[in-house]
């Protein structure tokens, strides 16, 4: 399943999440609503974060990633996931959210 958000009060879609995963998102909503607005859709420019699990990541990394490099993956401290920025324009990102151990595909 994948998880698309770009507002701070989409946040509600993931209370599973870690703490630490979740402060990570909220951040990275901040700096997309200080810049971009808080009245945006997915579409819209600034971007949004992409929550992916196992079954959807390689279909993701195919159809709205395509051939994008990241340009950088942190891990996420305290939890097992990972943050990785992919530039699709100069003014359009994703910020992809996911367990640790599917990295490898983000690299690939």
Same mark, same amino acid.
């Not at 200080?34 to 945006?40: A, F, I, Q, V, W």
């Given at each position: 399943?994948?998880?698309?958000?770009?507002?701070?009060?989409?946040?509600?879609?993931?209370?599973?999440?870690?703490?630490?995963?979740?402060?990570?998102?909220?951040?990275?909503?901040?700096?997309? /609503?200080?810049?971009?607005?808080?009245?945006?859709?997915?579409?819209?420019?600034?971007?949004?974060?992409?929550?992916?699990?196992?079954?959807?990541?390689?279909?993701?990394?195919?159809?709205?990633?395509? /051939?994008?490099?990241?340009?950088?993956?942190?891990?996420? /401290?305290?939890?097992?996931?990972?943050?990785?920025?992919?530039?699709?324009?100069?003014?359009?990102?994703?910020?992809?959210?996911?367990?640790?151990?599917?990295?490898?595909?983000? /690299?690939?």
């Amino acid at each position: 399943m994948v998880i698309n958000i770009w507002k701070e009060e989409h946040l509600d879609l993931v209370q599973e999440l870690p703490q630490q995963v979740k402060e990570v998102m909220r951040e990275n909503l901040k700096i997309l /609503e200080e810049n971009y607005g808080t009245e945006r859709t997915v579409e819209d420019l600034g971007g949004y974060i992409a929550l992916v699990d196992e079954d959807d990541i390689a279909i993701f990394k195919e159809e709205i990633l395509k /051939e994008t490099i990241a340009e950088y993956i942190d891990e996420i /401290e305290g939890a097992d996931y990972i943050s990785a920025l992919f530039l699709l324009s100069s003014d359009f990102a994703i910020v992809v959210i996911c367990e640790k151990k599917l990295r490898e595909i983000l /690299e690939q």
